[in-house]
């Protein structure tokens, strides 16, 4: 009876249908690409215009004209400001006029110099007069000059604090003028940072004034000295500015793109940590293969890969949780292009 008991069992064994494979995981995954990856520094700045300058006046008079607005756009050598100039004019005139005539004179003898009909002294005599008058002119001409006001470089005026009339003297602040494209950040950063620290390094700067705007940028120039307290360096660094948007005296956050370089670049979603090694599945074919990789600095949403990967290889993103080394996966979706944290997946698809 067990002998018959034992053939009955071997036979249903044998007849049984074999247990069902495991289904495939569902999976999204991703390409590594190469991609320019940079470190970054954070450092507070202030801005600065890029040439700023109080317009004043360089004598006492009264001002007779004034050919700007508040907060107006204006040109190098544009007349701003004219003050009581009419005797100035007049002395001008005369000063030319006089000119005019000792030229003349000059000339004159000068010919008659080459046919001997004067004698060479008399010639050096016009030629000094000739000097003389032309010092006279441009004395003339500098008074003149220092009752009319021009702007020094383009760029935007402020606020102006005269009017018609009014008599202002050396020293008093007419306006202020500022050139504001580009415009200055100077911060500072930790002495340590010196050797990365240099001229053409990009920056990226954020102010809350400006909360939805991102500015770029490249350093400038860095300070010879290190502050002997702070034990930091000053470096200063010029941003495009074309809408006169940024205004001195703001304070800007500003990252330093420092060590840029090309570098094998995965979605941070995809790493797989354990302990203190990380892993990602790397899928060939319908396959995932667990893979130890080495990983460097980080960015929103990215990962730099030191080595363990290669560009164009694909790591699952999505369905790591109970995806096992050697796995079958199905591709629900490969993500390209832009990546962004929280993507959200398909209604219809469950990854597992």
């Given at each position: 009876?067990?002998r018959?008991?034992?053939v009955?069992?071997?036979?249903?064994a044998?007849?049984?249908p074999?247990f069902?494979e495991?289904?495939?995981?569902n999976?999204?995954?991703?390409?590594a690409?190469s991609?320019?990856?940079?470190?970054r520094?954070?450092?507070?700045?202030?801005?600065?215009?890029n040439?700023?300058?109080?317009?004043?006046?360089n004598?006492?008079?009264?001002?007779?004209?004034?050919?700007?607005?508040?907060?107006q756009?204006?040109e190098?050598?544009?007349?701003?400001?004219?003050?009581?100039?009419d005797?100035?004019?007049?002395?001008?005139a005369?000063?030319e006029?006089?000119l005019s005539?000792?030229?003349?004179?000059?000339?004159?003898?000068?010919?008659?110099e080459?046919?001997?009909?004067?004698?060479?002294?008399?010639?050096?005599?016009?030629r000094?007069a000739l000097?003389?008058a032309e010092?006279?002119r441009?004395?003339?001409?500098s008074?003149?000059?220092?009752?009319?006001?021009?702007?020094?470089?383009?760029?935007v005026?402020g606020?102006r604090?005269?009017?018609?009339?009014?008599?202002?003297?050396?020293?008093?602040?007419?306006?202020?003028?500022?050139?504001?494209?580009?415009?200055k950040?100077?911060?500072?950063?930790?002495?340590?940072y010196?050797?990365?620290?240099?001229?053409?390094?990009?920056?990226?700067?954020t102010?809350?004034?400006?909360?939805?705007r991102?500015?770029?940028?490249?350093?400038?120039?860095?300070?010879?000295?290190?502050?002997r307290?702070?034990?930091?360096?000053?470096?200063?660094?010029?941003?495009e500015?074309k809408?006169?948007?940024?205004?001195?005296?703001?304070?800007?956050?500003?990252q330093?793109?420092?060590?840029?370089?090309?570098a094998t670049?995965?979605?941070e979603?995809?790493l797989?940590?354990?302990?203190t090694?990380?892993?990602?599945?790397v899928?060939?074919?319908?396959?995932?293969?667990?893979?130890?990789?080495?990983?460097?600095?980080?960015?929103?949403?990215?990962?730099e890969?030191?080595?363990?990967?290669?560009?164009?290889e694909?790591v699952?993103?999505h369905?790591?949780?109970?995806?096992?080394?050697?796995?079958?996966?199905?591709?629900?979706r490969?993500?390209?292009?832009?990546?962004?944290?929280?993507?959200?997946?398909?209604?219809t698809?469950?990854?597992?």
């Amino acid at each position: 009876m067990r002998r018959l008991l034992a053939v009955l069992f071997a036979s249903a064994a044998l007849c049984a249908p074999a247990f069902a494979e495991e289904a495939p995981q569902n999976v999204i995954v991703a390409p590594a690409v190469s991609d320019r990856f940079v470190d970054r520094v954070e450092a507070l700045g202030t801005t600065f215009a890029n040439e700023s300058v109080a317009i004043t006046a360089n004598v006492s008079d009264k001002i007779t004209e004034i050919h700007f607005d508040d907060g107006q756009q204006v040109e190098k050598g544009q007349l701003l400001v004219a003050l009581q100039r009419d005797e100035q004019r007049a002395a001008l005139a005369a000063a030319e006029a006089v000119l005019s005539e000792r030229r003349t004179a000059y000339e004159r003898a000068r010919e008659l110099e080459k046919r001997q009909y004067t004698p060479t002294a008399q010639l050096e005599e016009r030629r000094a007069a000739l000097r003389e008058a032309e010092a006279n002119r441009d004395a003339a001409a500098s008074r003149l000059a220092d009752r009319e006001i021009h702007a020094p470089f383009e760029g935007v005026v402020g606020l102006r604090t005269i009017s018609l009339g009014m008599l202002v003297t050396p020293g008093d602040v007419i306006t202020t003028l500022d050139d504001l494209d580009p415009i200055k950040l100077d911060f500072t950063v930790p002495a340590a940072y010196l050797s990365t620290i240099r001229p053409g390094l990009e920056i990226v700067a954020t102010t809350t004034a400006l909360p939805d705007r991102t500015f770029h940028g490249e350093i400038r120039s860095v300070s010879t000295q290190v502050d002997r307290v702070t034990r930091s360096i000053t470096a200063r660094a010029l941003i495009e500015n074309k809408d006169h948007v940024l205004k001195p005296g703001l304070l800007m956050v500003l990252q330093l793109l420092k060590n840029p370089r090309e570098a094998t670049v995965i979605p941070e979603e995809a790493l797989v940590p354990s302990g203190t090694r990380n892993f990602v599945f790397v899928v060939n074919g319908d396959v995932a293969a667990r893979r130890e990789v080495t990983t460097g600095a980080r960015r929103p949403g990215e990962v730099e890969i030191l080595s363990g990967l290669a560009p164009g290889e694909r790591v699952v993103t999505h369905g790591t949780m109970r995806l096992r080394d050697g796995q079958k996966v199905s591709i629900v979706r490969e993500e390209t292009g832009e990546r962004a944290l929280g993507r959200v997946l398909d209604e219809t698809t469950t990854v597992r």
